[in-house]
């Protein structure tokens, strides 16, 4: 069955980076784009950017700069890296994959919670 | 910046029907922006229920149905059940990049 496994829980202080992964199985890595979503507490769901089969990326206007979205098919693993964090990065990051050009978000990742905390 | 806007929050009666809007500050919603429906419950991923306006996934139950409606994305819910009680999100494809709308608070009472 199609799974997207994310890594655990990050804390960080403010201006570190972080990486989550987000490991896909279930189904063949290089077919799908790889969106990633976050939501603050309390909040609503955040469009982050996409990478696609072959590294292209894609990033939201307010992350560009500080976001960095990476591939490893070896592995069927897509990463997502934030840096010069704020508080106001805290947040669940979530992964979902699209077949290309379905517009079709069907498969989401559980989500990885990131703490930015002195 | 765009801003997509759906109602804050909607309440309604087991077994009534709902309907929720997703409003682009762009103009008129079309099936041009692909419209997506997720559902999400508390301390939980958000699951897809409609993308492409009004495309129900295999696991989508069939109360739940996408559609366009006066210049927007709409999202309709038919018969609702108890556990239909969530948070809805729209999404909108933009040229490249996408958009989320600001959320619906759906109460089943």
């Known amino acids: 069955q199609v799974q997207l496994v994310q890594s655990g829980a990050e804390v960080r202080e403010p201006g570190a980076s972080v990486k989550v992964s987000c490991k896909a199985s279930g189904y063949t890595f290089t077919t799908y784009h790889v969106h990633w979503v976050r939501q603050a507490p309390g909040q609503g769901l955040e469009y982050m950017g996409i990478i696609n089969p072959s590294g292209v990326t894609n990033y939201a206007q307010k992350f560009q700069g500080r976001v960095t979205m990476t591939s490893d098919t070896s592995t069927s693993t897509v990463y997502m890296e934030l840096s010069s964090l704020r508080s106001e990065d805290t947040a669940v990051y979530y992964c979902a994959r699209e077949l290309p050009g379905s517009f079709n978000f069907d498969y989401w990742g559980r989500g990885t919670l990131v703490t930015v905390s002195s | 910046q765009t801003v997509v806007t759906q109602e804050p929050s909607l309440t309604v009666s087991p077994g009534g029907t709902v309907t929720l809007t997703c409003a682009s500050s762009t103009g008129a919603v079309t099936s041009g922006y692909y419209p997506n429906w997720f559902q999400q419950k508390p301390g939980q991923a958000p699951r897809a229920l409609i993308y492409?306006?009004?495309n129900r996934h295999s696991w989508t139950p069939a109360r739940f149905s996408g559609s366009l409606l006066g210049g927007k994305a709409a999202l309709t819910l038919s018969g609702v059940q108890p556990e239909d009680e969530a948070e809805y999100y729209c999404l909108l494809y933009y040229g490249g990049g996408y958009v989320f709308g600001t959320g619906t608070k759906v109460t089943v009472l």
């Open positions: 492409s306006t009004s």
